[in-house]
């Protein structure tokens, strides 16, 4: 005999999507991989740092770590160098006039000139704080300072940075006006910037334009977006830091009142 069921069909609410696990660091304790952990200390950079760490030269709590992105407490690890310690060296804040020409990076694969081959006598390691791509030269700031090189990198803090530029053609006012409110980039609009025409000389503008952001190739990706170009690019300040007394090529020792300065800058 055949028999006939029949089903009824309950509908089953969606399941509520589980909110998003914690990555390392995002919680209350204060993670970083341990290339960073090292790299903060100002002994070197991260590539040094994980040359280290691959090499069995560094420990966690007294077992050795080859892993860099090996997640490390701040406060409750305790992590070694050659069975040292970490410490950090003295600090050094160092004010360079970089040529066009050097490349800001530690070292280059290609062996062209760096930053780094401008400073004998250098013994600490000194990070860049921004960047000035190989055809820009002028005010580069180095230090093994992190906290500091966050801070005047980081745009919340608007550290004013100014440069000279030569643009391809001249530029009408309207242009100029245009980069005083903002254009649109790639990544976004920019901030309004301040303006300010030098001199027009034969077909080129020469202009000194100050930003606040630190976007890469910021400065010649907002004259192209005002249909122009960079021919000559110099920065001659970062912050309260002036090119003054420098010529290019050489680099001075930031002098106590000059540091200060720049913390009371970063903090207000």
Do not use: C
């Not at 992105?69 to 069975?83: G, K, M, P, Q, Y």
């Not at 160092?94 to 050097?102: D, H, T, W």
């Not at 100029?176 to 000389?201: C, F, N, Y």
Request: hydrophobic fraction near 35%; proline fraction near 7%.
């Amino acid at each position: 005999m055949l028999v006939r069921r029949s089903f009824t069909l309950i509908a089953v609410p969606p399941k509520p999507p589980s909110a998003p696990a914690l990555r390392p660091g995002q919680g209350k304790r204060p993670l970083k991989t341990l290339d960073r952990v090292l790299s903060k200390t100002g002994l070197g950079s991260r590539t040094d740092a994980r040359s280290w760490i691959g090499a069995g030269r560094v420990r966690v709590n007294g077992k050795v770590i080859q892993s860099p992105d090996h997640w490390t407490d701040l406060e409750r690890d305790s992590v070694t160098l050659d069975n040292k310690p970490l410490s950090r060296p003295e600090r050094r804040y160092i004010l360079l006039y970089k040529p066009k020409g050097y490349l800001t990076t530690y070292r280059d694969p290609q062996g062209r000139p760096t930053v780094y081959d401008l400073l004998p006598g250098v013994d600490q390691f000194v990070g860049q704080v921004g960047r000035l791509d190989l055809d820009t030269s002028g005010l580069l700031l180095l230090t093994n300072d992190t906290q500091l090189a966050e801070a005047l990198t980081n745009p919340d803090h608007k550290v004013p940075k100014t440069y000279l530029v030569k643009a391809a053609n001249l530029l009408a006012d309207d242009q100029l006006e245009q980069l005083r409110g903002g254009v649109e980039l790639k990544d976004g609009p920019t901030r309004p910037a301040e303006v300010k025409r030098i001199r027009d000389s034969g077909k080129y503008t020469f202009l000194e334009i100050t930003i606040n952001e630190g976007r890469n190739r910021q400065v010649r990706r907002m004259l192209e977006a005002i249909g122009s170009k960079v021919l000559k690019l110099v920065r001659t300040r970062l912050g309260t830091l002036t090119l003054e007394g420098l010529t290019i090529g050489k680099w001075r020792d930031l002098d106590p009142g000059e540091i200060a300065q720049l913390k009371r800058n970063v903090r207000k």
